[in-house]
């Protein structure tokens, strides 16, 4: 087998590969993409993070939603998806909704196929009023996304809001004032944080 | 299966996504589906975009040289082998114009972003009247026009495209030895290619044995001064820095100082930057554009630099001093870092190689200099 990311053959195995499930990554790139497990404090949430959107992390996130590489799903959440599973049991997961004309391009939704390993039962009915995005755009003009998600679903008893990189907070603040409304308990997880 | 862009036909680099099978051998340009057919341009040259001056004369040698490419380009593709500071841009005017003239597309594609920006700028003196555009980086809002001027990571845009496609500096940093985007050029164009390249190396033999060309080479720089020979000196590291030291006090002209990693520009920068007024560079350095643009300015005399400086750098009257140590300079960038001295009409400097070792790479650099200085 290749590494999905460098195309060099996977020779080596780590001691902790005996145990997990095959990882689509080499020994050498796995090393450049180890989780650090980190709780940031953002516009009052308390979000618990994984990496630090940088380097090797972010050349697979883009590679993955810039030039849909599926094939990449699996390799984000390798050793954490266990992990998830247990800490949040009983929660549901909500995905920050991406805009309809990236899921319309590549075709699939990136944060639903990265946690595809994960067993937790999902929610939906949050929708975006207009289409946002937040590339380029300063920390004002992110502000917009507060108020700019709609919930048209039932009421949950625990939620767990997932995105992939938190930078101002303001998606992940959106869809939490949002969802505080129906739900009497809400987590937040972001795979990566970036320094702003 | 085959991947139309790259030409891959490994069943292992394909993968099947929600819209179907891609190709992931060259993924990181963009998701090719299998049933697509990347995009490819049509453009109607405007009139007098062939029309072309040059500012100064060019030499016999360089008349000849670029007669004969045009020549060539009638039956086949052409190795433009020349040596550093040869006018190799200039070979292929001739050329460029006479396609133009015809109709027919042309790019003209090189490694790096700032040699776009450059030679942007001089196509547009040399062809007032075409529409000459860059793509690069960032920079690819405007993707059509009668001349373009590419990175070479960007001819993925331009499926089947060129009727003309001159690739400079084959032999350097990202085609050589990256197989896929030698075969997204390739598949850029649908007509001729010129190969424009100062060291021949056996990776670029291996393509062009594939293909039928035909070389066109000129030896001569137009100033008629022989390459720079190098003075070989071998020493070990502490004593390098010393004899560095000395040849640092001792020359009048500026000097590029080539260093094997990064780590060793910043160190000898730290060092040297209390002696003298030096600036260094590499290629992920934030400051990079200012210092270069400070050292051509003459703002310093010295400049310490990785193997980003080796290419796509004219400044008059420098001296050259590579610091060999380790196996990371070859004999392709040996040559072009050498060649960096006495480019112009009137300039003049000297070179030197400082190793703990006299390697293969600097014996065959050797050798092709005195090869190419015979023509002389």
Request: hydrophobic fraction near 35%; glycine fraction near 6%.
């Given at each position: 087998?290749k590494?999905?990311?460098?195309?060099?053959?996977?020779?080596?195995?780590?001691?902790?590969?005996l145990?997990?499930?095959?990882?689509?990554?080499?020994?050498?790139?796995?090393?450049?993409?180890?989780?650090?497990?980190?709780?940031?404090?953002?516009?009052?949430?308390?979000?618990?993070?994984?990496?630090?959107?940088?380097?090797?992390f972010?050349?697979?996130?883009?590679?993955?939603?810039?030039?849909?590489?599926?094939?990449?799903?699996?390799?984000?959440?390798?050793g954490?998806?266990?992990?998830?599973?247990?800490?949040?049991?009983?929660?549901?997961?909500?995905?920050?909704?991406?805009?309809?004309?990236?899921?319309?391009?590549?075709?699939?939704?990136?944060?639903?196929?990265?946690?595809?390993e994960v067993?937790?039962?999902?929610?939906?009915?949050?929708?975006?009023?207009?289409?946002?995005?937040?590339?380029?755009?300063?920390?004002?003009?992110?502000?917009?996304?507060?108020?700019?998600?709609?919930?048209?679903?039932?009421?949950?008893?625990?939620?767990?809001?997932?995105?992939?990189?938190?930078?101002?907070?303001?998606?992940?603040?959106?869809?939490?004032?949002?969802?505080?409304?129906?739900?009497?308990?809400?987590?937040?997880?972001?795979?990566?944080?970036?320094k702003? | 299966?085959?991947?139309?862009?790259?030409?891959?036909?490994?069943?292992?680099?394909?993968?099947?996504g929600?819209?179907?099978?891609?190709?992931?051998?060259?993924?990181?340009?963009?998701?090719?589906?299998?049933?697509?057919?990347?995009?490819?341009?049509?453009?109607?040259?405007?009139?007098?975009?062939?029309?072309?001056?040059?500012?100064?004369?060019?030499?016999?040698?360089?008349k000849?040289a670029?007669?004969?490419?045009?020549?060539?380009?009638?039956?086949?593709?052409?190795?433009?082998?020349?040596?550093?500071?040869?006018?190799?841009?200039?070979?292929?005017?001739?050329?460029?114009?006479?396609?133009?003239?015809r109709?027919?597309?042309?790019?003209?594609?090189?490694?790096?972003?700032?040699?776009?920006?450059?030679?942007?700028?001089?196509?547009?003196?040399?062809?007032?009247?075409?529409d000459?555009?860059?793509?690069?980086?960032?920079?690819h809002?405007?993707?059509?026009?009668?001349?373009?001027?590419?990175?070479?990571h960007?001819?993925?845009?331009?499926?089947?495209?060129?009727?003309?496609?001159?690739?400079?500096?084959?032999?350097?940093?990202?085609?050589?030895?990256?197989?896929?985007?030698?075969?997204?050029?390739?598949r850029?164009?649908?007509?001729?290619?010129?190969?424009?390249?100062?060291?021949?190396?056996?990776?670029?033999?291996?393509?062009?044995?594939?293909?039928r060309y035909?070389?066109?080479?000129?030896?001569?720089?137009?100033s008629?001064?022989?390459?720079?020979?190098?003075?070989?000196?071998?020493?070990?590291?502490?004593?390098a820095?010393?004899?560095?030291?000395?040849?640092?006090?001792?020359?009048?002209?500026?000097?590029?100082?080539?260093?094997?990693?990064?780590?060793?520009?910043r160190?000898?920068?730290?060092?040297?930057?209390?002696?003298?007024?030096?600036?260094?560079?590499?290629?992920?350095?934030?400051?990079?554009?200012?210092?270069?643009?400070?050292?051509?300015?003459?703002?310093?005399?010295?400049?310490?630099?990785?193997?980003?400086?080796?290419?796509?750098?004219?400044?008059?009257?420098?001296?050259?001093?590579?610091?060999?140590?380790?196996?990371?300079?070859?004999?392709?960038?040996?040559?072009?870092?050498l060649?960096?001295?006495?480019?112009?009409?009137?300039?003049?400097?000297?070179?030197?190689?400082?190793?703990?070792?006299?390697?293969?790479?600097?014996?065959?650099?050797?050798?092709?200099?005195?090869?190419?200085?015979?023509?002389?």
């Amino acid at each position: 087998m290749k590494c999905l990311y460098c195309d060099r053959k996977i020779e080596k195995y780590t001691f902790s590969s005996l145990f997990l499930k095959e990882d689509g990554l080499c020994c050498e790139c796995r090393s450049r993409l180890i989780p650090k497990r980190k709780i940031i404090n953002i516009r009052g949430m308390e979000v618990e993070t994984f990496f630090e959107y940088d380097g090797m992390f972010r050349s697979l996130l883009l590679q993955y939603k810039e030039c849909c590489d599926e094939a990449l799903k699996d390799v984000f959440l390798y050793g954490i998806s266990d992990y998830i599973n247990l800490r949040y049991h009983g929660y549901r997961l909500l995905f920050v909704p991406s805009s309809q004309t990236k899921l319309k391009m590549r075709g699939f939704d990136h944060l639903e196929e990265m946690f595809s390993e994960v067993k937790l039962k999902r929610t939906g009915g949050l929708k975006m009023k207009r289409e946002l995005t937040q590339e380029g755009r300063n920390r004002e003009e992110r502000n917009l996304m507060l108020n700019n998600y709609i919930y048209e679903g039932g009421p949950l008893k625990k939620v767990l809001i997932v995105d992939d990189v938190v930078t101002t907070g303001s998606s992940l603040a959106g869809v939490f004032r949002t969802i505080e409304l129906f739900s009497p308990k809400i987590k937040v997880l972001a795979l990566a944080y970036k320094k702003t | 299966m085959e991947c139309l862009r790259c030409g891959n036909k490994d069943p292992a680099y394909f993968y099947k996504g929600s819209k179907g099978y891609y190709c992931r051998r060259c993924i990181r340009f963009s998701r090719l589906l299998l049933e697509e057919e990347p995009e490819s341009f049509e453009y109607e040259i405007a009139s007098g975009a062939d029309e072309y001056h040059f500012s100064y004369e060019l030499t016999p040698e360089q008349k000849d040289a670029s007669a004969k490419c045009l020549k060539a380009l009638a039956n086949s593709d052409v190795l433009l082998n020349c040596v550093c500071g040869a006018g190799k841009t200039e070979l292929a005017v001739e050329s460029i114009s006479s396609y133009l003239s015809r109709g027919l597309k042309v790019a003209y594609a090189i490694a790096r972003r700032e040699v776009v920006i450059e030679l942007e700028k001089r196509f547009r003196e040399i062809f007032p009247q075409a529409d000459v555009i860059s793509v690069y980086g960032s920079h690819h809002e405007k993707l059509n026009g009668d001349l373009i001027i590419c990175t070479c990571h960007q001819l993925y845009r331009y499926y089947d495209t060129f009727d003309l496609l001159v690739l400079d500096e084959v032999d350097a940093f990202p085609l050589k030895g990256n197989e896929t985007l030698m075969n997204i050029a390739i598949r850029s164009s649908r007509g001729r290619i010129i190969f424009s390249t100062a060291t021949l190396d056996t990776g670029l033999k291996a393509i062009l044995k594939k293909r039928r060309y035909e070389t066109v080479e000129l030896f001569i720089r137009p100033s008629h001064r022989p390459l720079s020979v190098p003075k070989l000196i071998f020493l070990n590291k502490f004593l390098a820095i010393l004899c560095l030291y000395r040849i640092m006090a001792l020359t009048a002209n500026r000097c590029i100082i080539f260093v094997p990693d990064k780590r060793s520009c910043r160190n000898l920068y730290l060092i040297f930057s209390r002696l003298f007024s030096c600036t260094y560079v590499y290629s992920d350095l934030k400051e990079r554009e200012s210092n270069i643009t400070a050292f051509r300015q003459g703002d310093h005399r010295f400049i310490f630099s990785t193997s980003v400086l080796e290419r796509g750098i004219t400044i008059r009257n420098v001296d050259v001093i590579i610091l060999n140590f380790g196996k990371t300079f070859d004999q392709s960038n040996l040559i072009q870092m050498l060649g960096r001295v006495g480019r112009g009409m009137d300039s003049d400097g000297r070179s030197y190689i400082i190793s703990d070792h006299f390697s293969k790479e600097v014996e065959k650099t050797m050798q092709y200099l005195k090869k190419a200085n015979s023509y002389l």
